[in-house]
């Protein structure tokens, strides 16, 4: 069994950072790519970022240039570091873990709320 904390949400204004942090735990000797996805009120979940094992990124163009995604020495653990949000960056971030034989695994979320 694969557990995923995620963590770092909250509210910030226009124009401000955050960083989110998920941390992969149990089973997870063939964990490979980790990712972020997000899902806005109303909305369906939607791709953020990837970050494979060895350290390849891709980025939805949404975010592109103002979200960075990144690894632990460790493997385990990924992080999204957050900049020049934006309003309709609003929405549930959540963690999802691929591992060898197609199988993934999802956080519970965390909220970031992007207002004045």
């Known amino acids: 069994q694969v557990q995923l904390v995620e963590s770092g949400g909250g509210l910030v204004q226009p124009g401000g950072s955050l960083r989110l942090s998920c941390a992969a735990s149990g089973t997870i000797f063939s964990l490979d790519a980790m990712a972020w996805y997000r899902q806005a009120p109303g909305k369906q979940r939607e791709f953020v970022a990837q970050i494979s094992r060895g350290g390849s990124t891709n980025y939805a163009d949404s975010v592109k240039g103002r979200f960075t995604i990144s690894r632990g020495n460790a493997k385990n653990t990924v992080y999204l570091q957050m900049n020049s949000l934006k309003p309709e960056d609003t929405a549930d971030y959540y963690c999802?873990?691929?591992?060898?034989?197609?199988?993934?695994?999802w956080g519970k979320g965390t909220l970031v709320t992007v207002s004045s």
């Open positions: 999802n873990a691929g591992f060898s034989g197609n199988i993934d695994y």
